[in-house]
T-cell receptor
Framework: IAGITQAPTSQILAAGRRMTLRCTQD?????MYWYRQDLGLGLRLIHY???????GKGEVPDGYSVSRANTDDFPLTLASAVPSQTSVYFC??????????????FGQGTRLTVV | GENVEQHPSTLSVQEGDSAVIKCTYS??????FPWYKQELGKRPQLIID?????GEKKDQRIAVTLNKTAKHFSLHITETQPEDSAVYFC????????????FGKGTSLLVTP
């Protein structure tokens, strides 16, 4: 059982370049999320999707876009990377977000450095 | 969005002592409050959670309490062990962001032998 998988695990990217972080889950979860983790700031929500075909903005969406063409995949795109987007990115999924006790399961993370 | 405050940011205890981490939230509609543990270089993993219709929940050495009136919840770890050393995050489910989890900034717990 793979669960939720992110790719790549790490990347060094030149500023101004376009980059897509991939996230795939095989648990048939309805909801998927992208968080970024920075020291001292915890996990901040970038974008979310509660079902295939719908997406929403989180706390820090600027400079990022997402799509949800199917249940399993939720790619995150940086259109033109900037150094402030250097971070560890976590994808997560949850089965039925409107229910009370539905935890979020996290991928292993992608460490992105923009130089 | 929901504001989740977490304290302390760092906590150092002796092995065998108890550790307490506290969180407050602002959205009275929040109804789910999980705690995640993250070891260095690893992904966050759920250790315990509590729903809004429950005041306390225990799982071996870990317990969580919830006070909905005061909008705060706490994590209690008893008989701490060195392997409890990690960063702990509280979270609250936020309806305004599609029921995504809104996280506190984390508590770095160090348990010294």
């Amino acid at each position: 059982i793979a669960g939720i998988t992110q790719a790549p695990t790490s990347q060094i990217l030149a500023a101004g370049r376009r980059m897509t972080l991939r996230c795939t889950q095989d648990m048939r979860h309805n909801a998927m999320y992208w968080y970024r983790q920075d020291l001292g700031l915890g996990l901040r929500l970038i974008h979310y999707s509660n079902t295939a075909g719908t997406t929403g903005k989180g706390e820090v969406p600027d400079g990022y876009s997402v799509s949800r063409a199917n249940t399993d995949d939720f790619p995150l795109t940086l259109a033109s990377a900037v150094p402030s987007q250097t971070s560890v990115y976590f994808c997560a999924s949850s089965p039925l977000p409107r229910l009370r006790n539905t935890e979020a399961f996290f991928g292993q993370g992608t460490r992105l450095t923009v130089v | 969005g929901e504001n989740v405050e977490q304290h302390p940011s760092t906590l150092s205890v002796q092995e065998g002592d108890s550790a307490v981490i506290k969180c407050t939230y602002s959205d009275s509609a929040s109804n789910y409050f999980p705690w995640y543990k993250q070891e260095l270089g690893k992904r966050p993993q759920l250790i315990i959670d509590i729903r809004s219709n429950v005041g306390e929940k225990k799982d071996q050495r870990i317990a969580v309490t919830l006070n909905k009136t005061a909008k705060h919840f706490s994590l209690h770890i008893t008989e701490t062990q060195p392997e409890d050393s990690a960063v702990y995050f509280c979270a609250a489910k936020e309806a305004s962001s599609g029921y995504a989890l809104n996280f506190g900034k984390g508590t770095s717990l160090l348990v010294t032998p």
